[in-house]
Every structure is written in C-alpha cells, then in structure tokens.
C-alpha cells in the first residue's frame, strides 16, 4: 500500500490501519511493487534467470490481475528502461490514443459536452503492448515465462487485500453499473470482504491465448514468438471480442483501432539535479512536470532549509505551482501539439521563472505560463490556463507501481493504471480498457494521447534512491515532487544495497553480505555521483538530453559510487 492510499482512507473515514514499513535488503537484485504478489512475480522471474525487464514485465502483468481496483490487464503502463551496459534509457510510451470515432463534435451532440462513464469513456488498450514491446527488445525469457505468475493467479484465484476490499467498498455503486463487472468483482451484488478468494478465468484464457499464440510461432525466433502473443490480443479473437462489444453496446472502439496501435520507443527526456541526472518520459505524459520543478528547485540549497521546514515548503509548492501552470499551457501529444520542449526543460527559461517565486508570499492561484520560446519568466498576453485551479475528486484511487534494479544494473521503472471502474468488462475476455475523462478538452483529436497518465522517477539520496509512484490523473506529478513513497535502493552483485518499499522482494540469500569500502550501489531512474563522470564533460543536445562529449567517459543514468557499505 502506497503513503497517499494511507492517508486517502483516513481522510474518507473508517479504513483498515496500514501495517509499518519494512526494509528488504538484498546482494543481487530489488524489487518494488504496489503489491506483495507482484514484487513476488518478479523476485521469481529474476530467480529463474530473467533481468529487470523481465521481472518488471511479470509484476505489471501480475498487477493487471491482483490489483483490479487500481490496474487494469489493457489499460495502460508508461515505462523506463535503463540499461546498464550502454548507459541508455527509454521510454515506452504505453498510454492508447482515444477511437478514430471519438471527436469533441460526437461528445458535445450526443453527450452535452461531456464524456459519460462507460465505453464511450475508454481509449485503445496500451499495456499488453507496453509489455510485449519491452521484453521484445530487452528482456531475455518469452511471453509465456514472464506471463505464468499472472496467469496462475487469475486461473486459480488470489486472495483480496484488505486495500482492495476497500477501495471496492468505496466504488461499488459505480460498479454495479456494469453488470459484467458487477458479476465479477461484488459478492451477491455486495462489496467482497477482505481474503474474498477472487477467481479471473476469463482474463486467465486471454493470458493463455496470448502465450498459445507465441508457442505456435516459435519458429520466428524469439522476438516474432513475442510479437505473435502481442498480435494475438491487438489483431486475433481477443481483439474480435473488444470490437464486437463495443459495437453491440454502442461502443466506438473497433478492430482498426486495435490493429494499427503500436507504442513507441524513445530516447528518456532528462535533466540534472545537482550532481545528478533525472529522466522521465516524454510530454505525452506529465513526467516532464518532474524536470521542470527540479529545474526550478535546483535554485536553492535544499539542505540548507531543511527538511519539512515552512520555507522549505513554501519553496516547494510555489515551483510545484509554476510547472503545473506550464503544463496547462503547453503539454499534450507531441503527434498533435506542437511542444516547445527545449524551452520548457532548459535552464535558462528556469531561472527565468524562479524569479517568480516570492519568498514573502505565495500565489493564490495558479500563475501565468511562461515563454518557453523566448525564455522569459511570463508569456505576453498571459498565454495559458491561470486562476483558481479547480480538481474534481474522483472519488477513487487508481495507479500502481513496479520498480526493479537487476544484478547487472539495469533498471525497469512502469506505473499501470486504470482499473475498469468507469468501464464496463468485455465478456469473454474479462478485460477492460482505459477509461480517460470526463473531460473534454482532451478529445481534441481522435487518435490523440490524453496526457494524464504520470510517470516520473524520484530523487536521489546518499546511498539509496527515492523512486515516486505517481497517482493517475492530472494531478499525479505532485506526487514525485512529495519525495518520495517508494524507497528503492537496487543491487550490484555482488555488493549489498538497502531498499524500503511498502512491499518489497529482496534477494534474502544474500542479504547479510557485505560491500566493500568503495563499492557501487545501482539507483532506479538516478544519475550517479561526482566519482563516475563529471557533468563538465558532458554535452546537451537540442532537447536537452545529455550525451557524452568525445573522449569522455560515458556517462550512465544509474550507477553511483558510494564510500562505505549500508
């Protein structure tokens, strides 16, 4: 259970108390996970030989199944990939596009200028295509290996968390919606009680029909097995029964939307932070949020103010308040909105709007957007949204969180989201897909990405590293910025590390080892310390990514040098 769960039910009454935190040491891996069986899924993966990408491919999965009131098996799932031996990372951009069908004109003469719950609400299904995608090209086992912890746990049934049992209190109303959910996930119409033994065979058959259909075309070689099992659910009878729903209950989603999505694979946008170096993915998502207030926090000895103190909050909110304000004004689709992403992560442009941040006062609203272009601190006209900024609460929790460091420091970072609270579950499949809105302004475009799915890493400390599970919605960049609820120190075999997470899998056969004065200690989504390269031999390029200058050593995102063991 994250922090915010915690706090979330004290705030709406009567909730089952969280346990404490425990730290999990290990030698040779870490896992962090929103839920105990998936941090187990990826522990037993990376037993068997699988590397972080396997492992954080098999936890996303198995979130799909034992999270279903924060997860959603298709809904979706942006994720970072660190990879050691090149000092590389990457997006995966697994957030769906809305149905060709799906325009502002639709909504605003059948819906009144909103998007109802229900089908009209869900956009095309991303993270079986987000998994596939990554193991495909990092990881080292098959679909079906990586997929088996999830597949038994949906066949065979799991026991409900007290959490889970929760949060299905809290929503039953909107689930009794639907009856293929309500017949799913309530008890004779009622909200399951905690232990409820919670049996998905039909998601158990899509898992199994996605894994026959890579079995069958082995002999493409591994990465055409995986991309069979990926087609079997976007182009095969999975994605029949998606479409044939949708069109008997008024859906827009049809075949055509499933065939021809495909996530895309990028170079991570990045940033520095004193001594280290942050990514996140790009602005499609409100990850860039993170690099901006970090840009804009980089200003001030943090350390000086201390931890928690008022000015130190006040600092914080203020240049919390300041990258949200850009966000209104310039995020969106890059395949349909044109970003001014070089300004908007630039540091000059963060100097410039810090000058906005007044440490006698506080802005009561949302400020005004800057000029990213031409780097001044606010833009002529006062371009963007300003005023009072107004959230609706949801109402319900939804977002979950995988983290995984490998022995050979390579990383995997990926929040799923989207549970199948405000859509209804395709019989058949038990599946459902992405619910986004029900805000308008989003559907600008068909085919346009919402971005409202955060994703960011977290902020670094001595000898571990702070990793922040966003929330879902359009809030979720506070988040990170709150540093952190995830605490995750990852492994270098065979050095030790230290981790803490609310539920976590460490490599406990190696867990009273020692590491040697000067050893390495692996970061998730970090940049690594003065010892290892020096900022000065780096280069930025025109989107301000870092890139070593010739002749220097190359840089790596994760790995840094730490005096002495613990």
């Not at 079986?128 to 949906?154: H, I, K, T």
């Not at 199994?208 to 659910?233: P, Q, S």
């Not at 029949?240 to 991570?268: M, N, W």
């Not at 986004?436 to 000898?463: F, K, M, Q, T």
Request: glycine share 12%; aromatic share 6%; net charge positive.
């Amino acid at each position: 259970m994250s922090l915010d769960s915690a706090s979330s039910q004290k705030d709406v009454g009567p909730a089952p108390v969280a346990g404490p935190m425990h730290q999990v040491m290990g030698r040779r891996f870490m896992v962090a996970a929103g839920h105990p069986l998936a941090a187990q899924a990826a522990a037993r993966v990376l037993e068997a030989g699988g590397n972080a990408i396997d492992a954080g491919c098999a936890a996303g999965m198995m979130l799909g199944v034992v999270h279903p009131d924060m997860v959603s098996f298709a809904g979706v799932a942006p994720i970072l990939v660190h990879l050691a031996a090149t000092g590389e990372t990457f997006e995966v951009s697994g957030v769906g596009p809305y149905p060709k069908r799906a325009t502002a004109e639709l909504f605003r003469e059948r819906c009144g200028g909103q998007i109802p719950a229900g089908l009209l609400r869900t956009v095309v299904p991303a993270s079986p295509d987000a998994w596939c995608a990554a193991l495909e090209r990092w990881g080292s086992m098959s679909f079906g290996q990586v997929a088996a912890p999830a597949m038994e746990c949906a066949e065979h049934g799991f026991p409900l968390s007290v959490f889970s049992a929760y949060q299905f209190g809290r929503v039953a109303d909107k689930v009794r919606r639907f009856p293929t959910s309500a017949a799913l996930y309530l008890k004779d119409g009622q909200p399951p009680p905690p232990g409820h033994l919670l049996v998905l065979s039909e998601l158990a058959q899509t898992i199994k029909t996605m894994a026959g259909a890579e079995v069958t075309a082995r002999g493409r070689g591994r990465a055409g097995a995986i991309r069979a099992a990926r087609d079997a659910f976007y182009k095969g009878e999975i994605a029949s029964r998606i479409a044939d729903y949708h069109a008997k209950e008024g859906g827009l989603l049809t075949r055509e939307d499933l065939a021809e999505f495909q996530v895309e694979i990028a170079p991570a946008l990045k940033t520095t932070f004193g001594d280290y170096e942050v990514a996140a993915c790009g602005f499609w998502c409100q990850g860039p949020v993170f690099l901006q207030m970090l840009n804009l926090l980089e200003g001030y000895d943090m350390r000086a103010l201390g931890h928690n103190t008022p000015r130190a909050l006040h600092i914080l909110a203020e240049a919390m308040k300041l990258a949200f304000a850009d966000r209104e004004a310039y995020y969106g689709d890059p395949l349909f909105v044109k970003v001014p992403a070089d300004g908007l992560l630039s540091k000059e442009y963060a100097r410039a709007r810090r000058a906005l941040i007044r440490e006698d006062r506080a802005w009561p609203d949302l400020p005004p957007a800057g000029d990213p272009l031409g780097l001044r601190a606010v833009a002529n006209g006062g371009h963007g949204v300003s005023g009072p900024a107004r959230m609706e609460p949801e109402g319900l929790l939804d977002t979950s969180y995988v983290c995984v460091v490998d022995a050979q420091g390579n990383a995997f970072s990926a929040t799923p989201s989207d549970p199948g609270v405000d859509s209804p579950v395709v019989p058949g499949g038990a599946v459902t897909r992405p619910a986004w809105g029900p805000r308008l302004h989003a559907v600008r475009n068909s085919r346009r990405r919402c971005p409202a799915a955060g994703h960011a890493p977290g902020a670094p400390e001595r000898d571990r590293a702070r990793h922040a599970a966003p929330a879902g919605g359009r809030s979720a960049p506070h988040g990170d910025s709150k540093l952190p609820r995830l605490l995750l120190a990852a492994l270098a075999c065979p050095r030790r590390a230290r981790g803490r997470a609310a539920d976590s899998v460490g490599d406990p056969r190696g867990a009273l080892g020692s590491r040697p004065q000067g050893g390495g200690v692996a970061g998730v989504g970090l940049a690594g310390g003065r010892r290892l390269r020096h900022r000065r031999r780096l280069q930025r390029d025109s989107r301000g990514r870092c890139r070593s200058a010739p002749g220097g050593a190359r840089h790596r995102l994760v790995m840094r040098q730490a005096a002495a063991a613990g």
